[in-house]
């Protein structure tokens, strides 16, 4: 991901989300040089993209989206399992992220690749009724022997 794609992230950011991150929240993870991954269709059209950060021993996961004309496909799973080789190749032990609990598409594959919820951060996102939803705070074991 680069600056001059940030019009097109944008364009999905907001029709994925009902609070999308904003172009300078892009902005400072690309200053930050967050690893970014971006899947792209042969005539240009950007399909999905992810950022991760990197810690010490670990990565976590940022941002994972899809463009709504592309889910279903797969795309996001592609993605993660960049994320994951990637992290690996690094020495990271964990992989971490935040999802809502009501996000029931996104915890699905999460299960699936092997990640465990390990704790929940109380009022973490917005909702839309002037409330707050907890997130669930998840993790994938990255050590060697453990498959993803």
Same mark, same amino acid.
């Given at each position: 991901?680069a600056v001059p794609l940030l019009e097109a992230v944008m364009a999905i950011e907001v029709r994925a989300y009902a609070f999308p991150?904003?172009?300078?929240?892009?902005?400072?993870?690309?200053?930050?040089?967050?690893?970014?991954?971006?899947?792209?269709?042969?005539?240009?059209?950007?399909?999905?993209? @992810? #950022?991760?950060?990197?810690?010490?021993?670990?990565?976590?996961?940022?941002? #994972?989206? #899809?463009?709504?004309?592309?889910?279903?496909?797969?795309?996001?799973? @592609?993605?993660?399992?960049?994320?994951?080789?990637?992290?690996?190749?690094?020495?990271?032990?964990?992989?971490?992220?935040?999802?809502? *609990?009501?996000?029931?598409?996104?915890?699905?594959?999460?299960?699936?690749?092997?990640?465990?919820?390990?704790?929940?951060?109380?009022?973490?996102?917005?909702?839309?009724?002037?409330?707050?939803?907890?997130?669930?705070?998840?993790?994938?074991?990255?050590? *060697?022997?453990?498959?993803?």
């Open positions: 991901m991150w904003s172009r300078a929240n892009f902005v400072d993870s690309l200053a930050a040089g967050h690893l970014t991954h971006c899947l792209v269709a042969p005539d240009g059209e950007l399909l999905a993209y @992810q #950022v991760a950060m990197a810690g010490f021993e670990e990565w976590h996961l940022l941002n #994972v989206t #899809v463009s709504p004309d592309h889910q279903g496909r797969g795309l996001a799973t @592609q993605l993660l399992h960049r994320l994951i080789d990637h992290a690996r190749s690094t020495g990271a032990e964990w992989l971490w992220l935040e999802v809502r *609990p009501s996000n029931a598409r996104a915890r699905r594959l999460y299960a699936h690749l092997g990640f465990e919820q390990v704790g929940v951060r109380k009022g973490y996102y917005p909702d839309g009724r002037g409330q707050r939803e907890d997130a669930l705070v998840l993790r994938l074991s990255l050590k *060697p022997g453990v498959a993803a």
